[in-house]
């Protein structure tokens, strides 16, 4: 479906502070540059990578250093030919929804998300067919009642009613009772982590405007995993 290449792109726009039309979907099936970044004097410089999701992973847990690993490296010499193409917007209906998603903002793209894991679900389990998906996206969108600048609450409620939408018909539907359940239990999971930014706040806030961007980064990625910790322990 290519909706991966849609988040990707909302990924890119929320974590780089990004316009939508700054950022261009190529596909390339070797799957070998992962990204590329065009600079202002026209220059290009790509990331290349074998196929192999352990790099990504490894060096997200050690940022910003890059620890050895005894993977397979990947050797340029052995490439051959990297074709680029632009994707056919019209056959691969979910890259489309995606885009409008990223240019709406808001809810939208948590409800998109939301739509598009319980569509792939169902036609895991053998509930509907491949074409369906972005119909069922695309159903769940119309529904939504778009918030402009959500709290963290309202995003994950969002996600939540996506999927009720999403799944309806099927086998997804919780009782009203199952509904209230989980919106409660994720205004206080939402409380906790509020609480503990507040408790944090200004030692954070002190790092980040130090000169050292390592530490300042450091701090809050001890403050992510303290959160992950929690969660994993839940």
């Known amino acids: 479906t290519l909706m991966n290449k849609g988040l990707e792109l909302i990924e890119a726009q929320k974590l780089f502070g990004l316009k939508v039309d700054q950022i261009e979907i190529v596909i390339h099936p070797q799957s070998i540059i992962h990204s590329m970044v065009e600079f202002r004097d026209g220059n290009i410089i790509a990331q290349l990578g074998p196929t192999d999701m352990r790099f ?18 990947l050797r340029p010499s052995t490439l051959g030919q990297l074709n680029f193409s632009t994707p056919d917007w019209e056959t691969f209906e979910c890259l489309g929804l995606a885009l409008k998603a990223a240019k709406t903002g808001g809810t939208m793209p948590a409800v998109l998300n939301a739509a598009d894991e319980i ?10 067919k491949f074409l369906e998906i972005p119909k069922i996206i695309k159903k769940t969108i119309k529904k939504h009642q778009f918030i402009g600048r959500p709290s963290l609450a309202e995003i994950f409620e969002a996600d939540l009613w996506a999927r009720q939408e999403a799944g309806r018909g099927f086998w997804y539907n919780r009782s009203v009772a199952d509904k209230d359940k989980l ?52």
């Open 119 to 128: 569509a792939v679900d169902l036609i895991l389990k053998k509930k509907i």
């Open 56 to 73: 990504p992973i490894r060096y997200a847990l050690s940022y910003p250093q890059r620890l050895e690993n005894h993977f397979e490296f």
């Open 183 to 234: 919106l409660n239990f994720i205004r206080q999971r939402v409380a906790e982590e509020e609480e503990a930014k507040e408790i944090l706040g200004e030692t954070l806030a002190a790092a980040w405007e130090s000169r050292s961007s390592f530490n300042g980064q450091s701090a809050y990625f001890t403050w992510l995993c303290g959160i992950a910790r929690h969660e994993i322990a839940d």
